[in-house]
């Protein structure tokens, strides 16, 4: 059953990577367009440094379009190990989990790393001109979409933990004060600008979440009581 379900979704991660390969320029464009508009420049220092640069846009990408296939995959895996109510979960588990995500990337490229790159430009020296290597850049881009989907998930991974009683709602509201101070600190880990702008940008949604998670819980706890 694991190699099957490995074997699936490997060949979902092909499927989606041909599909984005025939878009390839036109996503580089969008994933450029922070960089350009803060007036950065970007300049290739490696042999066949755009070739690569390109193939890691058509995997990452394809990856991405291939995401709720990965996950249902996984709840295929897990399913058979459920009862019969927890494995009425998977179809909305595998759409909640897809919509967060995306909400995380779209936060991200919208919002969190526009401001980074025009934190950059602001705090520039005129006298000294800011040339990047794409794949410094890149690494940055995909790391901080990364990053972005995966906080946003906190709320569906609080709520899986609440329904099959692995986490106690109570403890998200005892250590309230403790998750604060977490936040923060995981806000100032991911944003690699030492300004305290982006830092925020991140722990507010982040403190949001961890609130929305800590409702979710309780349903998702109380929900199981009563099974």
């Not at 990452?60 to 291939?66: D, E, F, K, Q, R």
């Not at 290597?133 to 940055?140: D, G, L, Q, R, W």
Request: overall charge positive.
């Amino acid at each position: 059953e694991l190699r099957s379900r490995i074997f699936k979704a490997l060949v979902g991660i092909i499927i989606g990577c041909v599909i984005v390969a025939f878009f390839t320029n036109e996503i580089l464009a969008e994933l450029l367009r922070p960089a350009v508009s803060s007036n950065v420049e970007l300049q290739n220092i490696e042999p066949f440094g755009q070739a690569f640069l390109k193939i890691k846009v058509v995997f990452i990408g394809g990856s991405v379009l291939a995401f709720p296939w990965l996950v249902w995959q996984v709840w295929g895996f897990i399913a058979p190990g459920l009862y019969a109510h927890e494995r009425s979960w998977a179809r909305k588990i595998t759409f909640f989990t897809t919509v967060c995500f995306l909400i995380g990337i779209a936060f991200s490229y919208f919002l969190l790393i526009p401001s980074m790159m025009s934190y950059m430009s602001v705090v520039a020296d005129p006298n000294i001109k800011d040339s990047i290597a794409i794949s410094y850049y890149f690494s940055f881009f995909t790391n901080m979409l990364l990053a972005g989907g995966l906080i946003f998930e906190l709320p569906m991974i609080t709520w899986v933990l609440a329904r099959v009683g692995m986490l106690n709602p109570q403890l998200m509201i005892t250590y309230r004060r403790h998750s604060i101070v977490g936040i923060l600190v995981v806000a100032a880990v991911i944003t690699p600008s030492p300004d305290p702008v982006n830092q925020l940008m991140v722990a507010i949604p982040l403190y949001i979440l961890y609130e929305i998670s800590a409702v979710l819980a309780r349903f998702a706890y109380a929900k199981r009581n009563q099974v």
